[in-house]
């Protein structure tokens, strides 16, 4: 009887993990951040890929665990029930907020950790939704990084506000996945979860990896193919999670000025960047910048793709 090949190259591991050969490089694949997990590493045999896998798949669950807001045991839950106390925070989560604080005054306020509290008004699962103006205006008084006590060391919130790294959190578990990989080996690596992409190639002859730019009309397909070397990728749009308010299709993504979605956005951005978390905070502009997206973009300076 012959051997299945399929099966012959396919090794799952107990963390979660499978890893196999796949033309030219290692693919490891998991689940985590509510996301598919993809790390792509160009080494030598097996037991290199394995290593190398195990090793990202630690270092995501680490992040998961550290910042989910779906958690009630880690820094996140503690700031978000501090009920008006100060919470002093370690080194990583210090550059994090510092990050978020300075994305925030670039942004003019469009950028808020602390807007997550609006999904509590708001249903993004493809039907026809009536939005509550009350609740929403009751939840805009719980926004604004400006009503925020941060001094670079502790931060404190005011009684009813959270905040939220879903913004940031999976493109910067991307990159921190990638630069690991990339210093413990010295191999060229693509690390992909859910289309945010990092990829570095140490060696300028090392061949670019192909990436494909999400077709926003059908799931799991592309519009177009770009080479990349060095550089991350991030795509938004309502592909997936949208609602339909009198007639208008809207995106999941909300303005936390206003609380609302913003109308006229593209159906989906992709900013190619220096680092994914770049990309997906510029992608995230965008949308919230509406018609006025590509322009911004363009303002920016960033390689981009909108589709509408």
């Not at 998991?30 to 097996?46: D, G, I, K, L, T």
């Not at 996140?76 to 005054?105: H, P, R, W």
């Not at 009751?138 to 931060?155: E, F, M, Q, T």
């Not at 992608?283 to 910048?289: N, V, Y």
């Amino acid at each position: 009887m012959k051997k299945s090949p399929a099966k012959s190259k396919r090794a799952k591991h107990s963390d979660g993990f499978t890893v196999r050969r796949k033309k030219d490089y290692w693919l490891a694949e998991f689940s985590a951040m509510a996301s598919p997990c993809e790390v792509h590493v160009r080494c030598q045999n097996r037991a290199e890929a394995e290593k190398l896998a195990s090793l990202a798949f630690s270092e995501t669950r680490r992040i998961e665990r550290k910042y989910s807001r779906y958690r009630d045991d880690n820094i996140i839950y503690k700031i978000n029930t501090s009920n008006g106390s100060s919470v002093s925070v370690d080194e990583e989560t210090v550059k994090l907020l510092n990050y978020a604080q300075q994305c925030y005054n670039l942004s003019e306020g469009m950028f808020d950790i602390t807007s997550g509290v609006l999904r509590r008004g708001w249903q993004f699962r493809g039907t026809d939704f009536t939005p509550d103006e009350t609740q929403i205006e009751s939840l805009r008084i719980l926004v604004g990084w400006d009503k925020i006590s941060w001094d670079g060391k502790a931060i404190t919130l005011l009684p009813g506000m959270e905040i939220d790294l879903g913004g940031i959190g999976k493109e910067y578990a991307v990159d921190k996945v990638a630069e690991r990989l990339h210093k413990k080996s010295g191999y060229p690596v693509m690390v992909n979860f859910g289309g945010d992409i990092r990829v570095i190639n140490g060696n300028p002859l090392d061949a670019p990896w192909s990436i494909g730019i999400e077709d926003p009309e059908l799931e799991d397909s592309a519009v177009g193919l770009v080479g990349l070397s060095n550089g991350g990728v991030a795509t938004s749009g309502d592909t997936r999670r949208f609602c339909v308010v009198d007639g208008k299709r809207l995106s999941h993504i909300l303005n936390p000025l206003t609380g609302w979605p913003v109308e006229g956005a593209p159906r989906s951005v992709t900013v190619i960047a220096q680092h994914c978390t770049e990309a997906g905070i510029l992608a995230t502009l965008a949308m919230l910048h509406g018609i006025e997206a590509e322009e911004f973009l363009k303002a920016q300076g960033v390689q981009h793709h909108c589709s509408r």
